[in-house]
């Protein structure tokens, strides 16, 4: 997975969390949640994966362990 491609994942989201902030502060926390404990665990654990960095039977550890993905933030920010 190129590095820009990931970037784009991670972010493209966000205008919609923003969007939702003005619809109603209901949506706003629930893509704000979603987005937080669902979206950007899963986006990372699976570049990770096809990275070669962890296996595939870590990804639980990205969605039940807070703050996890700061172990691997070099790989997953600066390296392709």
Do not use: G, H, T
Request: charged share 25%; hydrophobic share 60%.
């Amino acid at each position: 997975m190129k590095l820009l491609i990931f970037y784009l994942k991670i972010l493209l989201p966000l205008p919609l969390i923003i969007v939702a902030k003005e619809i109603s502060p209901l949506f706003f926390f629930l893509f704000l949640f979603l987005y937080i404990f669902l979206y950007r665990p899963e986006v990372e654990s699976q570049k990770l994966i096809k990275s070669d960095i962890i296996q595939k039977k870590e990804k639980w550890k990205f969605f039940f362990i807070p703050f996890f993905s700061i172990k691997y933030f070099e790989e997953l920010f600066f390296i392709k």
